[in-house]
């Protein structure tokens, strides 16, 4: 991630890669729902391209951001630092 503050004015992007995998075996004890139960996820690989703005008012900024990818989300918020 890059970004650049101008005055009160800050831009930001970045490009970033995600996967996991999770592996799960459970066996019941439960005598009315017996066995066992094995499942493996696999995420898939994706490159996502994160673009925002923020606004910056001494030690709180008010932000927005976009992230593009398989998904799209968008978040915004206010943050605070020293």
């Known amino acids: 991630q890059a ?3 101008v005055s009160i004015l800050g831009l930001y992007g970045g490009i970033s890669t995600e996967s996991g995998t999770m592996n799960l ?3 019941s004890t439960d005598p009315l729902s017996p066995g066992a139960v094995d499942v493996d996820l696999k ?3 994706d490159v996502r ?3 925002g703005l923020s606004l910056k008012f001494g030690f709180a900024s008010l932000f927005g951001e976009g992230s593009f990818g ?3 989300t968008y978040a915004g918020g206010l ?3 020293f």
Do not use: E, L, N, P
Request: net charge positive; aromatic share 12%.
């Open 79 to 81: 943050r605070f630092g």
């Open 25 to 27: 075996t459970y066996t």
């Open 49 to 51: 391209v994160t673009a």
């Open 70 to 72: 398989s998904i799209t």
């Open 3 to 5: 970004g650049k503050q």
């Open 43 to 45: 995420s898939k690989s």
